[in-house]
Protein backbone atom coordinates (compact mmCIF):
# COMPACT_ATOMS: atom_id res chain seq x y z
CA UNK A 1 0.00 0.00 0.00
CA UNK A 2 2.78 2.33 0.72
CA UNK A 3 4.31 2.02 -3.12
CA UNK A 4 0.23 2.85 -4.47
CA UNK A 5 0.76 5.77 -1.43
CA UNK A 6 4.09 7.13 -3.27
CA UNK A 7 2.49 6.31 -6.97
CA UNK A 8 -0.36 8.64 -6.84
CA UNK A 9 2.17 11.30 -4.76
CA UNK A 10 4.03 11.32 -8.06
CA UNK A 11 1.07 12.05 -10.46
CA UNK A 12 -0.42 14.27 -8.23
CA UNK A 13 2.34 16.33 -8.15
CA UNK A 14 3.15 15.68 -12.10
CA UNK A 15 -0.88 17.18 -12.17
CA UNK A 16 0.12 19.90 -9.42
CA UNK A 17 2.96 20.95 -11.90
CA UNK A 18 1.06 21.33 -14.64
CA UNK A 19 -1.48 23.21 -12.99
CA UNK A 20 1.26 25.69 -12.37
CA UNK A 21 2.31 25.79 -15.82
CA UNK A 22 -1.54 26.86 -17.06
CA UNK A 23 -1.58 29.42 -14.36
CA UNK A 24 0.77 31.10 -16.70
CA UNK A 25 2.46 33.08 -13.84
CA UNK A 26 -0.48 33.67 -11.76
CA UNK A 27 -2.28 35.33 -13.96
CA UNK A 28 -5.22 32.56 -13.51
CA UNK A 29 -5.30 32.32 -10.16
CA UNK A 30 -7.39 29.63 -10.59
CA UNK A 31 -5.34 26.63 -12.34
CA UNK A 32 -2.22 27.69 -9.47
CA UNK A 33 -4.82 27.37 -7.06
CA UNK A 34 -5.53 23.91 -8.21
CA UNK A 35 -1.51 23.43 -8.36
CA UNK A 36 -1.42 24.10 -5.13
CA UNK A 37 -3.95 21.91 -3.66
CA UNK A 38 -1.95 19.17 -5.51
CA UNK A 39 0.88 19.49 -4.19
CA UNK A 40 -0.50 19.65 -0.44
CA UNK A 41 -1.91 16.41 -1.62
CA UNK A 42 0.80 15.14 -2.99
CA UNK A 43 2.88 15.93 0.47
CA UNK A 44 0.41 14.01 2.59
CA UNK A 45 0.46 10.99 0.52
CA UNK A 46 4.60 11.06 -0.09
CA UNK A 47 4.45 11.61 3.98
CA UNK A 48 2.31 8.42 4.03
CA UNK A 49 4.65 6.34 1.93
CA UNK A 50 8.13 7.54 4.42
CA UNK A 51 6.27 5.65 7.07
CA UNK A 52 7.52 2.59 5.52
CA UNK A 53 10.11 3.67 2.56
CA UNK A 54 13.46 4.69 3.54
CA UNK A 55 13.91 8.47 2.61
CA UNK A 56 16.52 8.29 0.85
CA UNK A 57 14.90 5.92 -1.87
CA UNK A 58 11.11 7.31 -1.30
CA UNK A 59 12.56 10.52 -2.39
CA UNK A 60 14.53 9.10 -5.21
CA UNK A 61 11.76 7.27 -6.77
CA UNK A 62 9.48 10.92 -5.64
CA UNK A 63 11.92 13.32 -7.44
CA UNK A 64 12.93 11.20 -10.04
CA UNK A 65 9.18 10.04 -11.51
CA UNK A 66 8.23 13.12 -10.91
CA UNK A 67 10.86 14.92 -13.25
CA UNK A 68 10.64 12.01 -16.01
CA UNK A 69 6.46 12.33 -15.76
CA UNK A 70 7.22 16.68 -15.78
CA UNK A 71 8.78 16.26 -18.81
CA UNK A 72 6.29 13.70 -20.79
CA UNK A 73 3.52 16.08 -19.94
CA UNK A 74 5.51 19.30 -21.29
CA UNK A 75 6.23 17.37 -24.82
CA UNK A 76 2.62 15.61 -24.98
CA UNK A 77 0.48 18.66 -23.32
CA UNK A 78 2.60 21.56 -23.62
CA UNK A 79 4.78 20.72 -27.07
CA UNK A 80 7.90 21.68 -25.78
CA UNK A 81 10.85 20.18 -27.19
CA UNK A 82 14.14 19.23 -25.24
CA UNK A 83 17.42 18.53 -26.66
CA UNK A 84 19.13 14.59 -26.92
CA UNK A 85 21.38 15.55 -23.51
CA UNK A 86 18.21 16.92 -22.13
CA UNK A 87 16.34 13.57 -22.40
CA UNK A 88 20.14 11.86 -21.88
CA UNK A 89 20.16 13.80 -18.64
CA UNK A 90 16.52 12.49 -17.31
CA UNK A 91 17.54 9.35 -18.69
CA UNK A 92 20.18 8.76 -16.07
CA UNK A 93 17.92 10.58 -13.46
CA UNK A 94 15.76 7.37 -13.64
CA UNK A 95 18.73 4.85 -14.10
CA UNK A 96 19.70 6.49 -10.84
CA UNK A 97 16.33 6.01 -9.38
CA UNK A 98 16.75 1.86 -10.41
CA UNK A 99 20.16 1.73 -8.77
CA UNK A 100 19.15 3.17 -5.40
CA UNK A 101 15.93 1.44 -5.26
CA UNK A 102 17.51 -2.27 -5.77
CA UNK A 103 18.18 -3.45 -2.54
CA UNK A 104 21.25 -3.63 -0.68
CA UNK A 105 23.75 -6.66 -0.84
CA UNK A 106 25.98 -6.96 2.22
Do not use: D, Q
Request: charged share 10%.
Amino acid sequence: MVYFYLLMAIVIEVIGTSFLKASAGFEKIGFFSIGIACFILALFLVTLSFKTIPLGIGYAIWSGAGTAGAALIGLLIWHERLSFMNYFGMAMIVVGVVFVSMPATE
